[in-house]
């Protein structure tokens, strides 16, 4: 396999070694996600790619609800990132409905359906 | 559009069908049904249509596949997918074709057999890459998370929420052509299974077949049909994420902007609508647009639509036909907006007729309040 070059297989591989990696555009300074070829602030094409601080907030939180025989509720939300992008999540170690807005949360490499994806936890008082 | 199209086209038929549901028929059956049906209003023939406007839910090319479908070949064709808003977006292309001359006789279509062949919502669209590992039940966990965070800035309760739905089925029980006719209360929605937090299943619009169609020609023409005109004063459009997770700012949507440059090129304000057709898939969309188009400040929608404030004798009527939560939803909503605008207009509306209605509004939402088109409707006597 030739080195990752695209944006969303950097992500993907970075995940896949347990690492969040942020796109940050060298021109404007802004990060933003999900990863593109281009800063969608300010259109730089200039990327480079930062270890996320995996320190964020819960923007927004729903709880989709679902039969326990089909596994019963599950939180979906949107994770506002200490770096300013926001990325849509699940908040795990707590049960869905008690997610709320505002709540700080840390970032770890999770798994769904076999593939690493980013979840987070309530932060550590 | 801008104010040089203002009153460039007509609309001078409307027509629907299979409303409820249409047991044997395919969605493109609906669809023409539809077509015939507007047709029919406008006192046109299928052979006179020569520019088509059209999308659908399970086809990557659906204006060819009606035009095909309805045995004709048009000249110009829009087939502009931006979700349920695109109908209303076709207002703004079809008077551009016609000012232009590249057609003389448009129809704007649309059809769907989702309850009868589904019951759920049929989409020929993928889930986004970084937003389907999580599993969101699309759409409803992006306009709850809407709806969530409206509450915490703003105090909106979920009593306001409810009330939308109750003022909604208040004006669809006097519309015989309504899906859900029966008494609703607040206790009723609040007391529902809850699909999404906050939005329980009667915070969510219809799953119904139905079809619908407008006619438009070039607004010279417009004394040549049975029915009277209803002028295209103004509409515009704006698009701001496709993704819910790429929304800047969950209380706001690009409505904001849609309906200020629409009011301008009508040359009219809030104020001045008589009828308000808001696309209305779940009910905190009623209270988004309503303050986005300046019907109420931001933060107030709640207190807006609260106790009977936009059911029939409240304060300013909106979705008159009991809207996609009670009258009509099949997968895409936009059309019916500018049909029972229309039908206000020309006092005709198939429930509750308003008195003397000479401008109405009709907007369309696409997506996850992803696109917004707003258009104002007037009557001869608003040119």
């Not at chain 1, 505002?102 to 980013?118: L, Q």
């Not at chain 2, 119904?208 to 040549?224: C, F, P, Q």
């Amino acid at each position: 396999m030739p080195d990752a070059t695209g944006p969303d297989q950097i992500f993907q591989r970075a995940l896949a070694d347990k690492e969040i990696v942020l796109p940050r555009c060298d021109d404007c300074g802004a990060f933003h996600f999900f990863p593109r070829v281009l800063c969608p602030h300010c259109h730089g094409t200039a990327i480079s790619w930062k270890p996320a601080s995996g320190k964020g907030r819960v923007h927004t939180t729903t709880v989709v609800r679902r039969k326990p025989e089909r596994g019963g509720d599950y939180n979906v939300c949107m994770v506002e990132l200490e770096e300013g992008v926001r990325m849509m999540s699940r908040v795990e170690g707590v049960a869905p409905g008690d997610v709320v807005i505002d709540m700080a949360v840390t970032a770890f490499v999770g798994e769904a359906e076999g593939a690493p994806v980013v979840l987070f936890r309530p932060a550590e008082a | 559009m801008t104010d040089q199209l203002r009153g460039k086209s007509t609309i001078v038929g409307t027509g629907h069908a299979g409303f409820g549901e249409a047991h044997g028929l395919t969605a493109y059956d609906v669809m023409a049904q539809s077509a015939l049906a507007a047709l029919g209003d406008a006192g046109l023939t299928l052979s006179d249509v020569d520019g088509l406007f059209c999308t659908m839910m399970e086809d990557s090319m659906p204006a060819l596949m009606a035009a095909e479908y309805l045995g004709i070949q048009p000249r110009f064709i829009d087939g502009t997918m931006s979700g349920g808003s695109s109908f209303v977006n076709y207002l703004t292309s079809a008077t551009m074709a016609l000012d232009a001359g590249l057609c003389d006789v448009a129809l704007i279509v649309y059809g769907s057999n989702q309850r009868t062949a589904s019951g759920k919502l049929v989409t020929a669209s993928r889930p986004p890459a970084y937003e389907a590992p999580y599993n969101p039940r699309y759409p409803i966990s992006a306009y709850a998370m809407a709806a969530a965070r409206h509450m915490h800035e703003y105090g909106t309760t979920r009593e306001q929420l409810a009330d939308v739905a109750v003022a909604a089925r208040a004006w669809a029980q006097h519309n015989p052509e309504a899906f859900e006719r029966g008494p609703l209360t607040r206790e009723d929605v609040l007391g529902a299974r809850m699909v999404g937090d906050p939005l329980t299943t009667r915070d969510c619009c219809l799953v119904t077949d139905g079809g619908g169609a407008v006619v438009l020609v070039r607004a010279d023409r417009a004394r040549d049909f049975p029915k009277p005109p209803v002028y295209v004063l103004g509409s515009a459009a704006e698009s701001s994420h496709r993704q819910i997770s790429q929304m800047k700012d969950f209380t706001v949507t690009a409505a904001r902007a849609s309906g200020k440059r629409a009011f301008a090129a009508a040359g009219v304000s809030p104020g001045d609508i008589q009828a308000v057709e808001l696309y209305d898939a779940f009910t905190i969309n009623t209270i988004l647009f309503l303050e986005d188009l300046g019907f109420c400040a931001k933060g107030e929608g709640g207190a807006f639509v609260e106790n009977g404030r936009i059911a029939p004798d409240g304060a300013l009527p909106v979705n008159t036909n009991g809207g996609g939560l009670s009258c009509v939803h099949p997968g895409m909503y936009g059309i019916f907006t500018v049909i029972e605008a229309a039908r206000q207009i020309r006092g005709d509306a198939p429930g509750i007729q308003l008195n003397d209605i000479d401008l109405a509004l009709a907007h369309g939402n696409g997506g996850v309040l992803s696109s917004q088109v707003t258009a104002i409707l007037g009557s001869q006597a608003t040119l």
